[in-house]
C-alpha cells in the first residue's frame, strides 16, 4: 500500500498508455503541456484486450503500435492467453507482465508507458464501487487491497471517473483546467496530471459539490495516483 501524505493507497493495476495530446482547442492553453499522460482513453491511448475479441478492432490494435505482421499473433493472445498476464480490458497484473507484452509484440516505445494506479483508502472505504462476486479487473484488484511494485516513479494524481470495469473520463475531458487555475491555483504539472494528492481532493470535491450539473456529466468520480514503470529492467522508461 502506497503512502502519500499519510494516505494509505491500493494498487489498481498497470497499464500500457501512449502519451498524446488530443488537439482539443480548450487544451490548446499555456497550462497544458504538450504531452499528456492520462488514464482516460479520450486523450490518451491505453491497450485494450477487446481490440482482438470478435468483432474486436484491430485498427485500433495497430494505431497503438502492433505491427502488422504481429497483428494475428496479438488476437490469438487475445481470445486465448491474456488471462495469464492481464484482467479484463487494460489491466496488467503486474509491471513485469507489462514488460513481457512489450517485448513479444515488438512495440515500439516511443511515447509509450507503463502506468500503475493506486486508489487512496478514504475513497475505497466511502465512494468506490459496488464489490460483488462478479467483479473482475481493476475493481477485484481493489478489493484485494495490494501494495503498488516499488520500482515506479510517482508522476501526479488524476481525478477521472469510473464504469463498465474501466477508467472514462478525466478532468480534462471537461477542460477544467482553467477553472482549477483560476479557482485554486491549480496547474497541471509537466504530464497534464494534477501535482499533490491535495490538489487532487480539492479538485474533486468542487466537482462532487456541483452534483451532475455542468462541471463534469460523467460521474462518480474518483482520485488517482499515478506511477510509471520502467519499460524494461534495465534503463528507465
Same mark, same amino acid.
Given at each position: 500500500m502506497e503512502s502519500q501524505s499519510s494516505e494509505i493507497f491500493y494498487s489498481g493495476g498497470y497499464f500500457l498508455i501512449r502519451a498524446n495530446h488530443p488537439g482539443w482547442e480548450p487544451l490548446e492553453s499555456e497550462l497544458i503541456p504538450p504531452q499528456l499522460i492520462s488514464l482516460s482513453d479520450c486523450i490518451c491511448p491505453k491497450l485494450n484486450v477487446g481490440w482482438g475479441w470478435i468483432p474486436g478492432n484491430p485498427q485500433r490494435a495497430l494505431e497503438f503500435g502492433i505491427p502488422q505482421i504481429k497483428l494475428e499473433a496479438f488476437t490469438n493472445w487475445c481470445r486465448t492467453e491474456y488471462t495469464q498476464s492481464m484482467d479484463m480490458w487494460s489491466m496488467f497484473y503486474t509491471p513485469d507482465d507489462a514488460r513481457a507484452f512489450i517485448k513479444r509484440f515488438d512495440l515500439d516505445r516511443e511515447t509509450l508507458h507503463i502506468i500503475g494506479t493506486a486508489l487512496p483508502q478514504a475513497i475505497e472505504q466511502t465512494d468506490w464501487q459496488a464489490i460483488n462476486d462478479d467483479a473482475y479487473g481493476i475493481e477485484k484488484r481493489i478489493e484485494q487491497h495490494l501494495s503498488v511494485e516499488p520500482? &515506479?516513479?510517482?508522476? &501526479?494524481f488524476e481525478v477521472v471517473s469510473f464504469g463498465y470495469?474501466?477508467?472514462?473520463?478525466s478532468w480534462l475531458c471537461h477542460h477544467l483546467h482553467e477553472d482549477a487555475h483560476q479557482l485554486f491555483?491549480?496547474?497541471?504539472?509537466?504530464y497534464g496530471?494534477?501535482?499533490?494528492?491535495?490538489?487532487a481532493m480539492t479538485l474533486l470535491k468542487w466537482i462532487q459539490a456541483d452534483g451532475d450539473g455542468g462541471r463534469a456529466h460523467h460521474p462518480p468520480y474518483d482520485v488517482w495516483a499515478l506511477r510509471t514503470y520502467p519499460l524494461n529492467t534495465n534503463s528507465p522508461s
Open positions: 520500482d &515506479g516513479a510517482l508522476i &501526479g470495469g474501466n477508467y472514462e473520463h491555483g491549480i496547474r497541471p504539472n509537466d496530471l494534477l501535482p499533490t494528492f491535495e490538489a
